[in-house]
């Protein structure tokens, strides 16, 4: 079966950075574009990046672009999210997640499976 396994989460201080990853087995990693959402206490899922099925397009909620990276190594099936000048307003669990579709698409809709998340959590 499908299976998307995150790891890399953890407590930072403001200012700091993590990097996050994510494995893919079960499926043709490279006919699915991949996606990093997010949800904090109290609120909806919310959308973060995501990349394309070839890495050469990606697309960035505007609350992280210019902080976050997301990257894609096809050889080794895995998705990762560098966030640096990480905020406590970015805490929150982080779920990677496989499309259905090639290209990015920041429409939770479109991602058929998901990771379990991972915990981030940034103090002040």
């Known amino acids: 079966q499908v299976q998307l396994v995150e790891s890399g989460g953890g407590l930072v201080q403001a200012g700091g950075s993590l990097r996050l990853s994510c494995a893919v087995s079960g499926r043709t990693f490279t006919n699915h574009a991949m996606g990093w959402f997010r949800q904090a206490p109290g609120k909806d899922r919310e959308f973060v990046t995501a990349i394309s099925w070839t890495g050469g397009t990606t697309s960035y909620a505007d609350s992280v672009k210019g902080r976050f990276t997301i990257s894609r190594d096809n050889s080794k099936n895995t998705v990762s999210l560098q966030m640096n000048s990480l905020k406590p307003e970015d805490t929150a669990v982080y779920y990677c997640?496989?499309?259905?579709?090639?290209?990015?698409?920041?429409?939770?809709?479109?991602?058929?499976?998901w990771g379990q998340g991972t915990q981030v959590t940034v103090s002040s």
């Open positions: 997640a496989s499309s259905i579709y090639r290209v990015p698409s920041s429409n939770s809709a479109v991602y058929d499976y």
